[in-house]
């Protein structure tokens, strides 16, 4: 069965700082998605990256940026110089095709940047 | 622009009482899915449609109800059956056919219910 696992529940920081979030992927497939979503107080989840399992190559995009590792099962989520504005849960997301893409959510990473 | 739009953003049930979500979207998407979030969890399927007039139970649909007569629209109707409805609904949709991103779900704002 897939399992998306988030271990920090809540993390703060003061702003400036980096901060990394955690996730650990469970599955059996060998062909898989994972993706990160942001979740700011609004409620949207807001899409912010998308990687295939045969694509391990890491991600930058301006502050932000993902490490990806198959030996670990993990797809840790960075923000460099945190701001006030990256205040938001932050979700893990694991897909599969299982007759439809099924997508199995972690419990998300609360994150509070302090001014 | 093009986009998810839920309505309402607040609506309140009274016990015994069905209540509809709707969830509209004008991104040509085939596939749209409902998720059910409870504070602290992660999101929960609830029922998922992969093109018009077909739709399949997801993870915990008992006591919610949906129709997909249009490709835009994915109304989910949540009825008296469901004995804890109070949580946070997002609805989302993703293109299948669309090489490259077809894994890939976008969601709307959300419906937070109530119950009175």
């Known amino acids: 069965a897939q399992k998306v696992t988030q271990a920090q529940t809540e993390i703060s920081v003061v702003e400036k700082e980096d901060v990394t979030l955690d996730c650990v992927y469970e599955?059996?497939?060998?062909?898989?998605?994972l993706f990160w979503y942001k979740q700011p107080p609004s409620g949207e989840l807001v899409f912010l990256i998308r990687?295939?399992?045969?694509?391990?190559q890491n991600e930058i995009s301006g502050r932000y940026s993902w490490n990806f590792q198959k030996s670990t099962s993990s797809f840790n989520f960075t923000i460099t110089a945190s701001q006030v504005v990256d205040s938001a849960v932050y979700f893990c997301?694991?897909?599969?095709?299982?007759?439809?893409?099924?997508?199995?959510f972690g419990i998300g990473t609360k994150l509070q940047v302090i001014p | 622009d093009g986009g998810i739009t839920q309505s309402p953003k607040y609506l309140f049930r009274k016990e015994g009482q069905n209540v509809t979500l709707s969830c509209e979207q004008n991104?040509?998407?085939?596939?749209m899915y409902w998720y059910r979030q409870d504070p602290g969890q992660g999101l929960r399927l609830i029922y998922y449609?992969?093109?018009?007039?077909?739709?399949q139970k997801g993870d915990i649909a008992e006591g919610y109800s949906v129709s997909r007569e249009k490709k835009e629209s994915f109304p989910l109707t949540v009825t008296s059956a469901q004995k804890n409805p109070t949580a946070f609904y997002l609805c989302?949709?993703?293109?299948?056919?669309?090489?490259?991103?077809?894994?890939?779900?976008?969601f709307g704002p959300g419906t937070r219910l109530l119950v009175l």
């Open positions: 990687r295939n399992s045969f694509d391990e």
């Open positions: 997301a694991l897909s599969e095709f299982k007759g439809y893409q099924k997508v199995t």
């Open positions: 989302a949709s993703s293109d299948p056919g669309l090489a490259g991103d077809q894994e890939t779900q976008y």
């Open positions: 449609s992969q093109i018009v007039n077909d739709f």
């Open positions: 599955t059996r497939d060998t062909t898989y998605y």
């Open positions: 991104l040509n998407h085939d596939a």
